[in-house]
């Protein structure tokens, strides 16, 4: 019988905690922390991180890519309106939701 390895399960951390973490640890510009804050609030931490990071998140540092805003990741998931320019045309006519299961932007983007 193969034993299995579990991961230690993550303490319960606050917006708050979770956006300092993000900044001081993972590399995240997090220009405004109080409209952070508000906007996990409406989306949720793991809808918008988990669902949109990875474009900009290096898996072997588990960092962000250096100059990486909270702002870029939630222009990935917000891609109507004014921060439609930030997205290639490709991508900005597309409607997004986010994802129920966090999986990752690239998702939205297989040709269906």
Do not use: H, W
Request: hydrophobic residues 30%; glycine residues 4%.
């Amino acid at each position: 019988m193969s034993r299995k390895s579990f991961r230690p399960v993550k303490p319960f951390l606050t917006y708050q905690e979770l956006l300092v973490k993000l900044s001081d640890d993972k590399n995240l510009i997090i220009p405004d922390l109080e409209s952070a804050k508000s906007i996990l609030t409406d989306i949720s931490y793991y809808a918008l991180m988990n669902g949109y990071k990875s474009l900009y998140y290096d898996r072997i540092t588990r960092q962000y890519v250096t100059g990486t805003s909270f702002n870029d990741i939630l222009a990935l998931c917000k891609p109507e309106g004014k921060n439609q320019s930030a997205l290639p045309r490709s991508i900005g006519k597309r409607a997004c939701p986010i994802p129920e299961n966090a999986y990752p932007f690239q998702e939205c983007l297989r040709p269906q």
